[in-house]
């Protein structure tokens, strides 16, 4: 594994930062080379890190301070400059080692690209059931922009390891990606526009009954409620300012 990081997850005391006895190792991965539309995030891992100081460590659903389990944070695995396809190599070589010192990853990336690695690691230490994806794109495409290993390709990737998919809060998908969706039937996808009119309890109970364990789940903030995850302020040439 890569070597502890100083800006450690949740700001956690020393006696919580044990690599012998910590359950979770948080992998850090600054990449965004296949990133078609606004770029950056590649700063997303270090601003996870700098604002998790500021979080609670004790959840209420749970009655519990997770934490307490013990949480590393590694070094961050630097990019791969060959391609994305080196990348994704370099995530599961990384994230086998994790699996490999019996600890649970906690990868923060950077661009989607990075999850088809460390669920290609879990996939070949056998310790993986079934895959979770909230996303607001399908990222169903063979490939973009010349890259089979683009983000917008990473769930058609995970396809490939013939284990089942649930997408949450998709929206945005094009007609070719559509067409291979109608003909499989390894990825489910849970439209945005069909979960918003039921009640959370009820499809959050049904998605959670069809996932097989070991679950990886995979976020993409865009799949989150734009009021909690507002869009970054543009500033243009001109010096105006919009909003994506």
């Known amino acids: ?34 990133c078609s539309y606004g770029t950056g995030t590649r700063h997303g891992p270090a601003a996870i890190l700098t604002a998790s100081q500021q979080v609670e460590l004790y959840d209420p659903e749970l009655d519990c301070e997770p934490a307490n389990a013990g949480v590393i944070t590694l070094e961050p695995l630097m ?31 950077g661009e989607h690209t990075v999850t088809v690695g460390a669920v290609r690691a879990m996939a070949e230490k056998k310790a993986l059931g079934s895959i979770l994806v ?24 995970l396809s490939e390891l013939g284990l089942p998919i649930h997408v949450v809060g998709a929206r945005n998908i094009s007609r070719d990606e559509m067409d291979w969706y109608r003909a499989q039937d390894l990825v ?31 976020i993409d903030l865009d799949g989150l409620d734009p009021a909690i995850m507002p869009p970054p302020v543009l500033r243009s040439r001109e010096g105006s300012h919009g909003r994506l």
């Open 188 to 218: 489910k996808i849970h439209w945005d526009h069909e979960l918003r009119d039921r009640k959370i309890s009820e499809w959050t109970a049904e998605i959670a009954t069809a996932l097989q364990s070991p679950v990886y789940i995979s």
């Open 134 to 157: 909230v996303d607001a794109h399908a990222d169903l495409r063979e490939s973009y922009q010349g890259s089979p290993y683009s983000h917008a390709s990473a769930t058609r990737r």
């Open 79 to 109: 990019p791969e400059i060959s391609g994305p396809e080196a990348m994704v190599d370099s995530v599961r070589e990384e994230v086998g080692a994790i699996l490999d010192d019996r600890k649970i990853p906690l990868v923060l990336g």
């Open 1 to 34: 594994m890569q070597p502890l990081y100083n800006l450690n997850f949740l700001g956690l005391p020393e006696e919580l930062r044990d690599p012998d006895t910590a359950r979770f190792a948080v992998l850090p991965v600054p990449y965004d080379a296949t």
